[in-house]
Nanobody, 117 residues
Framework: QVQLVESGGGLVQAGGSLRLSCVVS??????????VGWHRQAPGKQREFVAL???????TYSGAVKGRFTITRDNAKKTVYLDMNRLKPEDTGVYYC?????????WGQGTQVTVAS
């Protein structure tokens, strides 16, 4: 069983930056051995992929955030980060951490990001 807890969301002006954190706990010895990523859901829209860190495929990003967002992992802290720069109003939404292990997908509860124009 894996638990994910996000934090770091908030209100920011367009052009600003935020760092989201996702603490991974449970029966995991190393977060470097599992794929971990971020999705987001804007009001009235479907949840969408944002970024993924994978030991097999490296780091991948959606076209909407590539070049502005960076996903990193700190295994000692069992924490996944999403550094978001040059934020835009369309980045507003609830950001969810996600991982998959042994065929089971786990989601965090989400953290709200609001970008004011």
């Amino acid at each position: 069983q894996v638990q994910l807890v996000e934090s770091g969301g908030g209100l920011v002006q367009a052009g600003g930056s935020l760092r989201l954190s996702c603490v991974v706990s449970g029966s995991i010895s190393s977060i470097n051995d599992i794929p971990v990523g971020w999705h987001r859901q804007a009001p009235g829209k479907q949840r969408e992929f944002v970024a993924l860190a994978s030991s097999v495929d490296g780091n991948t990003y959606s076209g909407a955030v590539k070049g502005r967002f960076t996903i990193t992992r700190d295994n000692a802290k069992k924490t996944v980060y999403l550094d978001m720069n040059r934020l835009k109003p369309e980045d507003t939404g609830v950001y969810y951490c996600i991982t998959s292990r042994l065929g089971v997908t786990s989601w965090g509860q989400g953290t709200q990001v609001t970008v004011a124009s």
